[in-house]
């Protein structure tokens, strides 16, 4: 009597569940992504223009490591210790930006 040494394969439906649970997260992205295009197109260059920039690009990346590395499941303890860092970070990059150009802006 022969044996195979194939492995069995099994295939499972569909979860349903989780496919549109990845469009619903898709589609926040998108819309998030649309509203980005349209300030872009539509708002002039400044200040403003850069906050909501900064603030939607932290929104979709809270959204993305929530979603994807489960983090928005986890203690939120463990949330707050790594979105206060990434704030704080946020801020130097923003006032060494601000600090950068008013030093550009002296004239010897």
């Known amino acids: 009597m022969e044996?195979?040494?194939?492995?069995?394969?099994?295939?499972?439906p569909p979860n349903k569940e989780k496919?549109?649970?990845?469009?619903t997260v898709a589609g926040i992205l998108g819309v998030l992504t649309i509203i980005e295009f349209i300030i872009a197109f539509s708002v002039p260059?400044?200040?403003?223009?850069?906050?909501?920039?900064?603030?939607?690009?932290?929104?979709?990346a809270g959204y993305i490591v929530g979603e994807f590395m489960h983090l928005?499941?986890?203690v939120?303890?463990?949330?707050?210790?790594?979105?206060i860092p990434m704030i704080f970070v946020v801020?130097?990059?923003?006032?060494f930006v601000y600090?950068?150009?008013?030093?550009?802006?002296?004239?010897f």
Not at 19 to 23: A, D, G, N, T
Not at 91 to 95: F, G, N, Q, R, T
């Open 3 to 12: 044996h195979s040494h194939e492995p069995q394969v099994t295939v499972l």
């Open 19 to 23: 496919i549109k649970k990845l469009w």
């Open 45 to 60: 260059h400044g200040s403003f223009k850069t906050f909501v920039f900064v603030v939607m690009t932290i929104m979709k």
């Open 72 to 74: 928005k499941y986890e």
């Open 99 to 107: 600090e950068g150009m008013k030093i550009s802006d002296v004239h």
């Open 91 to 95: 801020w130097m990059l923003v006032a």
């Open 76 to 83: 939120k303890v463990l949330f707050w210790s790594i979105l």
